[in-house]
């Protein structure tokens, strides 16, 4: 297998799966103390990857938000907030979009080639958009975010992007927050949807460690022999 980076999912999520309410207003699943957790990991990461849906309907910024830890990157000689990684196989991404107008930091989108001249004029300004073939292979995406020097990237969703990794086998790692409440709506998108998962009935994932977080509870689960390494092999 060719070089890639260590891979994190991070995801919070109701009691019974869903990451939203398939309302049009954010659904906040976690707390100010697990939102700081997060921050901290974000900080030890060299990128956060996000689906193209996740920009279109949380329009998420994926900054660092403390002053120290962002002080403490550029100590290390880093950005202070690590770079920003999207894919799309149609390019409709807004480029006033947060994830592009927000931090001085790289953003990268992996294009499928049917649709890269019309990205390259939509996006080129705001970002690298990297020709990914006719449809988008997720080891080829890693490998080249390995040469772009990226050992350590963090998947914050959505659900699309979680189950592609996971079906994939491409994650290292899983930090699952889970909140103390019910959506209750099928309609909702939950954490992953249908796919052939290495871990199931006959192959378990191990679990790492459980944390409580004020009212949300922090699940850890190791998804290969990497797992807590600090940078991709």
Not at 23 to 45: I, K, M, P, Q
Not at 89 to 112: E, N, Q, R, S
Request: proline share 5%; glycine share 8%; with cysteine.
């Amino acid at each position: 297998m060719r070089e890639r980076p260590y891979v994190l999912l991070s995801c919070a999520m109701s009691i019974d799966g869903y990451i939203h309410d398939a309302t049009e207003t954010r659904l906040l699943l976690s707390n100010d103390a697990d939102f700081d957790r997060v921050d901290a990991v974000r900080a030890g990461c060299d990128a956060i990857l996000v689906g193209a849906h996740t920009i279109r309907q949380d329009n998420p910024r994926l900054l660092v938000r403390s002053p120290d830890r962002r002080a403490a990157r550029a100590a290390r000689g880093l950005p202070p907030s690590p770079a920003k990684v999207t894919l799309t196989a149609h390019g409709d991404l807004d480029p006033d979009a947060a994830f592009f107008t927000a931090g001085d930091v790289d953003k990268i989108v992996y294009c499928a080639s049917p649709v890269v001249e019309q990205t390259c004029a939509r996006l080129g300004r705001v970002a690298t958009v990297v020709d990914a073939g006719k449809v988008i292979d997720l080891f080829d995406l890693l490998a080249d975010l390995a040469e772009r020097g990226i050992r350590r990237l963090m998947v914050e969703g959505g659900s699309s992007m979680h189950t592609q990794f996971l079906t994939a086998g491409l994650a290292d790692e899983a930090q699952l927050v889970v909140a103390p409440f019910f959506v209750g709506n099928s309609k909702a998108p939950r954490f992953v949807g249908d796919g052939d998962f290495p871990w199931n009935a006959g192959c378990r994932a191990t679990l790492m460690d459980v944390q409580q977080i004020e009212d949300v509870v922090l699940l850890r689960y190791a998804l290969s022999d990497r797992y807590g390494a600090r940078g991709g092999a």
